[in-house]
Every structure is written in structure tokens, then in C-alpha cells.
């Protein structure tokens, strides 16, 4: 069974960063296509960010410049780099694990952007 663990989040000032972090267990994390989503009050589930097994990424356009993803094969972990922050980012993040026809989801880490 795989298991996600999110972890990195809280609450930080406009403007300040974070750095999220996805552990991986029970499996070899380099086969998975990740991804992160966030979940925002009162809105559905989006897209974030991806990263291929082959490292490649992808962004939504509303975070383009400010969030970076990266991958650590042997340390089994994804991270999300998180710039420039708005009150906007304020969201539940999840890491999201795909290879084939398996996906599993993590649990969330919550980011609250508040002055």
C-alpha cells in the first residue's frame, strides 16, 4: 500500500514562502507521475502543479514564476516551493501519486497566507 504524507504547511505573511514537502512509502516513488492540488474554502479541488517520472513539470497559470516542483527519487519525495505568497494561496494542499491506473491521494497539509 502507498502512503503520501504531506507536510510544510502554516501560516505565513504576504509575501513570505514555503516549502512543501510529499513523502512517499511503500513503493518506488520514481515510477509515479505527481502531482500537487490545493482545495481552497468553499472551492472544488485544482491542479497546482505536476511532475513527470521523467522530472517533467508543468504549472497552473495562476502560480507560474512563484511555485517550484521538484522531486527526490531517493528520498522518495516531492517538494512544492512556494514564492511570493497571496492571501489566495489559502488552501489545504495534497499530494497526488499516478502510475498507470493507481493513484493515491495524501491527507493535506493546510497554508493560510494571512497578515
Known amino acids: 500500500q502507498v502512503h503520501l504524507v504531506e507536510s510544510g504547511g502554516g501560516l505565513v505573511q504576504p509575501g513570505g514562502s514555503l516549502r512543501l514537502s510529499c513523502v512517499a512509502s511503500?513503493?518506488?516513488?520514481?515510477?509515479?507521475?505527481m502531482v500537487w492540488y490545493r482545495q481552497a474554502p468553499r472551492k472544488q479541488r485544482a491542479l497546482v502543479s505536476t511532475?513527470?517520472?521523467?522530472?517533467?513539470?508543468n504549472y497552473a497559470d495562476s502560480v507560474k514564476c512563484r511555485f517550484t516542483i521538484s522531486r527526490d527519487n531517493v528520498k522518495s519525495t516531492v517538494h512544492l516551493q512556494i514564492n511570493s505568497m497571496k492571501p489566495e494561496d489559502t488552501a489545504v494542499y495534497y499530494c497526488?501519486?499516478?502510475?498507470?491506473?493507481?493513484?493515491?491521494w495524501g491527507q493535506g497539509t493546510q497554508v493560510t497566507v494571512s497578515s
Open positions: 497526488y501519486a499516478n502510475y498507470r491506473r493507481e493513484f493515491f
Open positions: 511503500g513503493t518506488i516513488l520514481s515510477i509515479f507521475g
Open positions: 511532475i513527470t517520472s521523467s522530472f517533467v513539470t
